[in-house]
């Protein structure tokens, strides 16, 4: 794995346990990429299936990085075939997390399987969703509060009650 240290633009990609035990995706790793294409962002990408069995490895990366000196982190779930609970309560425990310290921090779900999980769980409505990992990249680090509030785009934020 990187080391903690932001710094040039830097990439690894690492998979983890299969998950999933039957259907089309059965078997399918979770590929997972970290870049830090700004000092102050790190961009964790996850591909494949985000179950109980993998959400573990994306909290390896993405912990670290919560308590690193970075000013924003983007998680970017756009490959993924599957979310599954434990997937959501970690971008729950996540964003609270970056809220508290501070950070900036979005998420890129553009596709029907991630933004379905997010409607479900209610996080589309509390979490800063973007359509693409440039849009949220831009996004989170024009923003230094941290506020996922801020963060969501109008045009991804549910209507008010």
């Given at each position: 794995?990187?080391?903690?240290?932001?710094?040039?633009?830097?990439?690894?990609?690492?998979?983890?346990?299969?998950?999933?035990?039957?259907?089309?995706?059965?078997?399918?790793?979770?590929?997972?990429?970290?870049?830090?294409?700004?000092p102050e962002l790190a961009v964790l990408s996850a591909s494949g299936e985000l179950d109980a069995l993998?959400?573990?490895?994306?909290?390896?990366?993405?912990?670290?990085?919560?308590?690193?000196?970075?000013?924003?982190?983007?998680?970017?779930?756009?490959?993924?075939?599957?979310?599954?609970?434990?997937g959501l309560e970690l971008l729950v425990a996540a964003n609270r997390y970056a809220q508290h310290r501070g950070l900036a921090?979005?998420?890129?779900?553009?596709?029907?399987?991630?933004?379905?999980?997010?409607?479900?769980?209610?996080?589309?409505?509390?979490?800063?969703?973007?359509?693409?990992?440039?849009?949220?990249?831009?996004?989170?680090?024009?923003?230094?509060?941290?506020?996922?509030?801020?963060?969501?785009?109008?045009?991804?934020?549910?209507?008010?009650?």
């Amino acid at each position: 794995m990187l080391a903690n240290t932001p710094g040039a633009a830097k990439s690894e990609t690492t998979r983890a346990p299969t998950g999933g035990v039957g259907g089309p995706t059965a078997g399918l790793p979770l590929r997972l990429r970290l870049d830090f294409t700004d000092p102050e962002l790190a961009v964790l990408s996850a591909s494949g299936e985000l179950d109980a069995l993998t959400t573990p490895a994306l909290a390896d990366l993405l912990w670290p990085r919560l308590m690193s000196k970075l000013s924003a982190i983007v998680v970017d779930l756009s490959g993924l075939r599957f979310l599954g609970v434990a997937g959501l309560e970690l971008l729950v425990a996540a964003n609270r997390y970056a809220q508290h310290r501070g950070l900036a921090f979005g998420v890129v779900s553009n596709t029907r399987t991630v933004d379905r999980a997010l409607a479900a769980s209610g996080l589309d409505r509390t979490l800063a969703c973007y359509d693409s990992a440039s849009e949220a990249r831009a996004a989170v680090l024009a923003d230094g509060s941290g506020s996922s509030e801020e963060l969501v785009p109008q045009s991804r934020r549910a209507p008010a009650d």
